[in-house]
């Protein structure tokens, strides 16, 4: 089955610590992948996806991920995060087989 | 302004009282997809429609109907609800039919079944 890991569920950093979340996704082919983020009492918003091309993508508020075939992996950064930065993070993959599969969240909390 | 719309926010009812949280979208996009969030369990996909009238099974559809009449709406039936169904659910919409675009979600539901 088509799955997707995370890792260190919580995390709790300070102001201007760099952050590292990773993601694992099981083997299916072509696979679309993204990150999302939940402040809290929100919904989900795109943070990041990668389609294809090059392996590092950038995406908003500072986030970056690399897509690394070999592991299967697509971990996110951040440099230096601020409190702001609180939320709940997803990793996702689309197999292109109308089904799409969530990690089990990592849970970042930023102290000021 | 873009968006999925859900309703009710909040609800809290009895277990066996059939009921139906809406879905709709203004996107005009062909999937859309219902979602249930569970403290550390992520999200898991109920129900998916990659257009009208062809609505298939996600992860955990037990327990759930839903129906696509018309594009911009997706309501997620629970004809008999049970405690284990309350949850936090996520109605999310997507351009392309096969879901592999990025997701736009609502503001979600809180069910609370007693």
């Known amino acids: 089955a088509q799955s997707v890991s995370q890792h260190n569920h919580h995390v709790i950093l300070s102001e201007a610590a760099s952050l590292e979340l990773g993601c694992n996704y099981s083997y299916g082919g072509t696979v679309n992948l993204f990150w999302y983020v939940q402040y809290p009492g929100q919904h989900l918003q795109l943070l990041l996806k990668y389609f294809s091309g090059d392996p590092l993508v950038k995406g908003i508020k500072g986030f970056e991920a690399e897509f690394i075939k070999s592991k299967f992996s697509f971990n996110l950064r951040k440099p230096s995060v601020q409190w702001s930065d609180t939320a709940e993070y997803f990793c996702a993959a689309s197999y292109g087989n109308n089904r799409l599969a969530f990690g089990k969240g990592n849970q970042v909390v930023v102290i000021p | 302004e873009a968006q999925v719309t859900q309703n009710p926010r909040y609800l809290i009812t009895v277990t066996g009282k059939k009921l139906t949280v809406t879905c709709s979208q203004n996107?005009?996009?062909?999937?859309m997809s219902w979602y249930r969030q569970d403290p550390g369990l992520g999200l898991r996909q109920i129900y998916y429609?990659?257009?009208?009238?062809?609505?298939d099974k996600g992860d955990v559809p037990e327990g759930y109907k839903v129906s696509r009449k018309e594009k911009r709406n997706f309501p997620l039936i629970l004809e008999s609800p049970s405690p284990n169904q309350t949850s936090l659910y996520f109605c999310a919409s997507s351009l392309s039919r096969l879901g592999d675009q990025p997701q736009h979600f609502g503001d979600g539901t809180r069910l609370s079944i007693l």
């Open positions: 429609s990659m257009n009208v009238e062809v609505t």
């Open positions: 996107m005009n996009h062909e999937y």
